[in-house]
């Protein structure tokens, strides 16, 4: 049975030529570390990408290191995190560091943070903005905070939305970008970090960032020199998306607003992500993260889209779905008067 994976926010799209042949040709120097001068270089690209200075930007293996970088050389005492969020996945790694973990409702999280004090990096909100596992968007600008803040921006080029600004300020915030999404280098694990000056002077010292291959150097180096492939990826997934989104809809089906890559959809079925893994489609459960009956499904390509519909339609018409959407979850929840993050 073919199996159809959208379960891990992966492009569906391989990366194009130019930037497979960069990693290739790199391949037959593998005897060799990574070049510094190759590394310098790219950092200069993904800095112009990002919209920050060289002396600001890191490059890093992906955005679920952000921990093990930060806590030790900031000296964090405590992370805040919405929930849910991306960061209930890696929870270890906050057991790891032996630093505290505090978690607010995901559309209490703006208000709380903006109500909380903090001297230094002691204490730090980390985000991820859009927000995974749901797919919306907690801010357009920064919180109105004394909190240093880390935001997650993996789904920058679906949402447009960034705090680059505030970096080049240099303002207390810390922004993530990987290139495993829009970028199709999901296998090569790169991404970058981007911090104030200072900041970023400390987190050089860490040696995760030294982690990084060189074949990942060169096929970025060769998608930031002409990155219209991802352009053209971008507007492919949010088409298809919006399709998606409409079919579900017709079917009665909860789909939340989503500004990423991903849908997340309330289908009232317990143990649906079994029974679609059991006609070969395989999607994100967030049965034990959000709410029983919901998943979260990447956007494949057009064909594994329209196979995961029909297959889903077919489990509709078998399933007694009668109140399907009455349980809700207090985690989503919002205060009176804040508008709801799905909104």
């Not at 679906?158 to 290139?179: C, G, K, P, Q």
Request: hydrophobic share 35%; with cysteine.
């Amino acid at each position: 049975m073919r199996r159809i994976l959208l379960n891990q926010n992966e492009s569906p799209y391989p990366p194009p030529s130019h930037v497979l042949e960069a990693a290739r040709q790199e391949l037959s120097r593998a005897n060799r570390y990574p070049d510094p001068a190759l590394k310098e270089e790219v950092t200069q690209l993904a800095a112009e990408y990002i919209g920050v200075d060289p002396e600001q930007t890191i490059l890093i293996p992906g955005a679920d290191t952000v921990v093990d970088i930060t806590a030790r050389p900031l000296r964090i005492q405590e992370y805040i995190i919405p929930d849910p969020s991306f960061y209930d996945i890696i929870i270890g790694t906050f057991e790891w560091n032996n630093v505290s973990l505090q978690k607010i409702p995901l559309n209490n999280y703006v208000s709380r943070l903006s109500k909380h004090t903090s001297n230094g990096w002691s204490t730090v909100g980390l985000v991820d903005n859009p927000n995974n596992p749901l797919g919306c968007i907690l801010f357009k600008e920064k919180p109105n905070t004394s909190t240093p803040i880390i935001v997650d921006e993996a789904y920058y080029e679906y949402s447009n939305i960034t705090m680059a600004h505030h970096v080049r300020r240099e303002e207390d915030v810390i922004i993530l970008r990987t290139f495993s999404k829009a970028f199709s280098l999901a296998s090569l694990r790169i991404g970058a970090l981007a911090a104030p000056t200072h900041i970023a002077e400390k987190l050089r010292r860490d040696p995760l960032i030294f982690r990084i291959t060189s074949p990942s150097l060169k096929a970025l180096k060769a998608a930031l020199t002409d990155p219209s492939y991802v352009r053209r990826n971008v507007a492919e997934t949010v088409k298809e998306k919006e399709r998606i989104a409409s079919t579900l809809a017709r079917l009665g089906l909860k789909v939340y607003n989503s500004y990423t890559n991903f849908l997340t959809i309330d289908t009232g079925i317990p143990g649906i992500t079994g029974i679609l893994a059991g006609r070969g489609i395989i999607v994100k459960s967030l049965e034990n993260w959000v709410k029983q009956g919901m998943i979260r499904v990447t956007i494949g390509s057009r064909e594994e889209n329209t196979v995961f519909l029909e297959e889903l339609e077919k489990v509709l018409s078998q399933a007694s779905v009668k109140d399907k959407f009455e349980a809700g979850d207090d985690r989503l929840r919002p205060e009176p008067d804040e508008e709801p993050c799905e909104a």
